[in-house]
């Protein structure tokens, strides 16, 4: 379903704002995302009767008291199954999922997955900052091994989560990544995921001043980034570097990081956003730094039947086979037993 629209003319971005505070700490990442999503919408148009916000528990979970649109904030884990009923019951509408790494991939997982697999037509936006920052500091499903917080004294024995690779390894039909602080590249995604029909999943690494501060200073420090990100552009091959004089190729089974001067351009991986076999985009959500430059931008933007759609056909078909639903029919139908 496309995003339904207002005429743009005179919409500024303070249409979708509330009057409530926003309660996020100073500096952090949050104020940025929803800053750039309420600017992308105003540029597009977006009607804001037709649009929703399902958040369920966190520091990002509180977007729908910030956004003048309808919204949910859910319990725990579980605003991707909200969602997907919001949207079921109404494949009309807009519908958001704003999410953080504990609760979109600790509580929340399988809910993620299957909303993923199953191609439900939401805009799921995880807010990563690879800590628990409502509950004060705790280690989550992203944190890097040998993380030590409060409950982690010792470090974090966990592998961690990567959301991405999850993401398509659920196939999810659209995967990106962005930056908190790169805003243009952050609206670009945001407004690539808002056409997308089915499920679109957006991870952004976004700093959490309080509680893991810097955990993403190789990617946001001006004078070095360009060194470690690669932005990852539609038909073209990847190249970095702030002189952009490096690039990625395929040697065997594995990337390398080859000189330009010393490879040619031709032996560099081009970037295939709508390949159908995802196995080369779960190969470039395996790239992190530092033995590799971590890509942003969009991993894989294919097209297939939306969740809502089949079920909305499926619906229509019982309809005229059956005729008008009838609940004395439906008591009836089937199998029946009599108990002596």
Known sequence: ???????????????????????????????????QLQKVLATRGADRDHTVFVSGIGCSSRFPYYMNTYGIHGI????PAIATGVKCANPELDVWVVTGDGDGLSIGGNHFIHTARRNVGLKIILFNNRIYGL????????????????????????YPVHPISLAIGAEVTFAARAVDTDVPHLQYVLRRMMEHRGTAFLEVYQNCQVYNANAYGWATDRQTRNEHIVYLEHGKPLIFGTNRDKGIRLRGDAFEVVELAKAS?????????KAANPSMAFRLAQMHYPEFPEPLGIFRAIEKPAYEELLTGQIAAARKKEGPPKLERLFHAGEMWKVG
Not at 265 to 273: K, R, S, T
């Open 265 to 273: 351009q031709d032996e560099l991986v081009v970037h295939d956003e």
């Open 76 to 79: 725990h884990g579980r605003a």
């Open 1 to 35: 379903m496309s995003v339904a629209r207002v005429e743009t003319a005179g919409i500024t971005p303070k249409e979708y704002k509330t009057d409530q505070q926003v309660k996020w700490c100073p500096g952090c990442g949050d104020h940025s995302i929803l800053i």
């Open 135 to 158: 509950t004060k500091g705790q280690y989550s499903p992203t944190s890097e091994l040998g993380t030590r917080t409060k409950s982690s004294p010792g470090g974090s024995i966990d």
